[in-house]
Structures are given as structure tokens and as C-alpha cells.
């Protein structure tokens, strides 16, 4: 029997290059193509702001807090004889050009007006008045105050940077606000589901993923991190505990998984976030770690700061199932005809 080879039986068409690139072509496209509709539903599908607002509100609180304390010394923080003279700021900042309008101030009552303008503005973003000009003037203000005072700038100061930009770029004055209730119901649906606001949402998850994503791999850098020990020093730093824990150098093994859960949470962030099996459980331990490097470190603004970046990956549906029993009076008082502005 003689044997065809299966060159010889699919046909002198089968070694042609070109109608091998041809038939490739198709499969090429449809990656390309799905790829790409991936792409803009993951940033241009409109979503509800909700989220936006509640991250704004809390946004808002904090800097409040953060301005408040820049005010309680502003001659200290700012002035021309405080901790660092404004000709030795270059030092301490990571390039010469970084500006701050405390650079214009040219005396304490300006530099209190400035200080002062911070603070308006920080109080107006968290009730929502004004709100884009709000947080605008509130990140000018944050980025003026940490350049002119690097010594005293922390990680709070870089999360409210990180939270305050999302702010300007969605509508976080559409929910929630007092520009929401002073438009009333005729606003249209400049509350409804939008593109900006997932633009928003965005931004922040994926900047606070690559936070932790670099925080996590710096860490596997150090030694005490793969031996268990990291969270160790940290308790057992006198500079910084307000919580007295070293009960636990009797317990080592406790120690030990503290520490590389911790580990294993802050590298795994930003692949685990996204799916929804391992979300809850991501979310949840940002909490408790945050709110333990607040309680055990004395860093409690920081800790809320970076949870409420987390709340960016919360659903819109489950903020209205909690604010329920908050907006549903407040929507029934606006649409009451009693208070309508051409009621008699």
C-alpha cells in the first residue's frame, strides 16, 4: 500500500505562507478587538457616583482634620523662621522646581490667609458646595503645604494626593452634596450613572494598587519579612507604639503569621482585589491592618486615609443599601410639596 503523505493529501495550499497568514488573521482580530472592548468597558462604562461621593466625604473630613493641625503653627510649618527656611526647602524636596504658594507669601497674615483657604475649601468638599473648585483648591492647597514643609509630610499626605485627584476628575458633588440638593430633582441625571465617574473610580484602584503592589515587593527586600519578624520591631518601637502589644514576644508563632499574612495580603493586592471570590476577604483585611498600624503606630489618620481609598472598590449597590435608612428620608423631605421653592 502506498503510504500519502498528509502534505500531499491537504493540497499544495496547505505550504502556502500567505493564505496561512490569511487564516490567522481573523483569530488575530477578534483578540485584538475583544482586548480592546475590554479596555474601554473597564474605563468609559458609566457608573453609578455614589461611591465617588462617600470617598469624598471622607476625603473631605480628613483634610479638614490635616488643615486644622497646619493652622494650629502656621509660622512653624510655613514661615520665613519656622523649621525650614524657604531656601533650604530645595533640599528636602525631590527636585528643585516643586512649587507652593507658600513660596508667595511674603508674611504671617498671608500665610494664614493661604492656610485659612485650605481649610474652607476642605470643609466645602466634604459637604459638597462647590464642589469641583473645592477640590481643586484643596489639592493645591495640600501640594503647597507638603512642598514647603517636606519635614513634616507623610504618608497621610501622599494618600490625600492620591484621593483628592479622583475627586477633581469625577462628579463627586453629584451625590450626597449640597450642590445635589440645591439643584433639586430638576438636576437630570447629573447624578445618574456616568463616564467620569468610573474614570474616577478607575484611577484610584488602580493607583492604590500599584501602591501596594511596590510597598509589598519593597518588603521582600527585607530579611525580617521572610523571617516573621517585621511586625515585631514595629511593636516593639517605642517612638511609635501607642499600644502596648509586647505580650506577644511570648508568642512568637502569632508574630510569625501576622506578619506574612500581612506579607501575602499587600503582594497579593492587586491581582486578588478584582475577583470577586477573594475581594471581600481583600478588603476586609485592608481594614484590620489599617486600623491596627492606626491603633498599634499612632498613625490613625493615615490608616483611615488608606481606607478610604479601599472604599473605591466597593459596590455602588451596597452604599445605598447601608445609606438607605439616611437618604430615603432626605429624598422624601426634597420631593415633599411643602418645601418646594414655588409652594406657597
Same mark, same amino acid.
Given at each position: ?6 502534505? /500531499? #493529501? &491537504? ?8 493564505? #496561512?497568514?490569511?487564516?490567522? $488573521? ?8 475583544? @482586548? ?45 523662621? !519656622? ?35 485650605? &481649610? ?7 459637604? !459638597?458646595? /462647590? ?13 503647597? /503645604? ?40 430638576? @438636576? ?38 521572610? $523571617? ?28 510569625? %503569621? ?6 501575602? @495580603? ?27 498600624? !492606626? ?16 472604599? %473605591?472598590?466597593?459596590?455602588? /449597590? ?15 423631605? #426634597? ?10
Amino acid at each position: 500500500m502506498t503510504h500519502v503523505r498528509p502534505a /500531499a #493529501a &491537504l493540497g499544495s495550499a496547505a505550504f502556502d505562507p500567505g493564505l #496561512a497568514r490569511n487564516a490567522a $488573521e481573523p483569530a488575530r482580530r477578534g483578540w485584538l478587538a475583544d @482586548w480592546a472592548t475590554a479596555w474601554n468597558g473597564f474605563w468609559f462604562t458609566p457608573a453609578d457616583p455614589l461611591p465617588l461621593a462617600v470617598i469624598r466625604i471622607a476625603t473631605g473630613l480628613i483634610l479638614t482634620w490635616s488643615c486644622v493641625v497646619w493652622l494650629l503653627d502656621p509660622d512653624a510649618f510655613f514661615g520665613d523662621r !519656622g523649621w525650614l527656611r524657604p531656601d533650604q526647602v530645595w533640599r528636602q524636596n525631590d527636585q528643585p522646581w516643586q512649587w507652593s504658594v507658600y513660596f508667595a507669601a511674603s508674611s504671617a497674615t498671608l500665610i494664614r490667609v493661604v492656610a485659612g483657604v485650605a &481649610l474652607v475649601a476642605a470643609i466645602l468638599l466634604t459637604i !459638597g458646595l /462647590a464642589t469641583p473648585l473645592a477640590a481643586l483648591v484643596s489639592f493645591v492647597g495640600l501640594v503647597s /503645604a507638603a512642598n514647603r514643609a517636606p519635614l513634616n509630610v507623610f504618608g497621610l499626605d501622599d494618600t490625600l494626593g492620591m484621593l483628592l485627584i479622583p475627586l477633581i476628575v469625577g462628579p463627586a458633588g453629584a451625590r450626597l452634596s449640597v450642590d445635589a440638593a440645591l439643584a433639586g430633582p430638576g @438636576w437630570g441625571r447629573a447624578g445618574g450613572p456616568s463616564v467620569r465617574a468610573n474614570v474616577a473610580l478607575r484611577l484610584l484602584q488602580v493607583h492604590l494598587c500599584v501602591v501596594y503592589l511596590f510597598s509589598g515587593a519593597g518588603k521582600l527586600f527585607g530579611a525580617s519579612w521572610w $523571617e516573621g519578624t517585621a511586625l515585631w520591631g514595629a511593636i516593639a518601637n517605642d517612638r511609635y507604639r501607642t499600644l502596648d502589644l509586647r505580650g506577644l514576644a511570648g508568642h512568637p508563632l502569632v508574630v510569625n %503569621a501576622l506578619t506574612l499574612a500581612t506579607l501575602w @495580603w499587600e503582594v497579593g493586592y492587586a491581582a486578588l482585589v478584582w475577583p470577586r471570590l477573594t475581594r471581600r476577604l481583600w478588603l476586609a483585611m485592608a481594614v484590620l491592618v489599617h486600623l491596627g498600624i !492606626g491603633l498599634a503606630m499612632g498613625m490613625m489618620e493615615f490608616g483611615l486615609a488608606m481606607i478610604t481609598a479601599n472604599l %473605591a472598590f466597593v459596590p455602588a /449597590a451596597t452604599f445605598a443599601r447601608l445609606l438607605r435608612p439616611v437618604t430615603s428620608p432626605l429624598a422624601a423631605l #426634597a420631593t415633599s410639596p411643602g418645601i418646594r421653592p414655588d409652594s406657597p
